[in-house]
């Protein structure tokens, strides 16, 4: 009885995990696809008003590229499973040889999402100035600070820790 309960947590477990690997592609598909679409619209937008667009080939490059790899991530779920199957079935492929495909299918996953966050970064910068402030300005102030917090950060821990080992 004991056995059958495993089993069936080990299904259910294996279910939840394709479930959520399923909502990670399309959540990544949705982050890509979206900010291309969003990009489209808004310069259609200005450009319908006559004004000046900027340059937004670099940033839809990495959401295109994002896509491909949400593609490739897929792909790669598939052979993982299948290599899975004929593992669990004994079907030729030696155990844990599923291992390699899963590697590299979350390694494409989590360059789509790094893909993805340098074109919105880019995006940021290219979209021009906020207050007046042209953004490259911004963005530097910004690193500024957040190396100077890290540093303050550093620092009070460094003195923090003197105190409890006292």
């Known amino acids: 009885m004991a056995v059958d309960i495993e089993k069936e947590r080990a299904v259910e477990t294996f279910k ?6 399923d909502a990670g592609f399309k ?8 900010a291309a679409v969003a990009i489209l619209a808004y310069l259609g937008n200005i450009a319908g008003k006559g004004q000046t667009t900027p340059d937004m080939i670099l940033p839809m490059a990495f959401y295109l590229f994002g896509l491909v790899l949400c593609g490739v991530a897929v792909i790669g779920s598939y ?10 079935m004994e079907r030729g492929a030696p155990p844990g040889s599923h291992k390699r495909w899963l590697l590299l299918t979350m390694g494409v996953v989590v360059l789509s999402l790094i893909v993805f966050a340098i074109g919105s970064f880019i995006a940021v910068v290219r979209f021009g100035s906020i207050d007046g402030v042209h953004m490259e300005q911004a963005v530097a102030k910004v690193v500024t600070r957040g190396a100077e917090s890290w540093q303050f950060l550093v620092l009070c821990s460094a003195r923090l820790s003197c105190f409890s080992t006292g």
């Open 79 to 88: 052979m993982t499973q299948l290599v899975l199957f004929n593992e669990v």
């Open 27 to 34: 959540l990544l598909t949705l982050l890509n696809g979206g």
């Open 16 to 21: 939840s995990l394709i479930q959520i690997s």
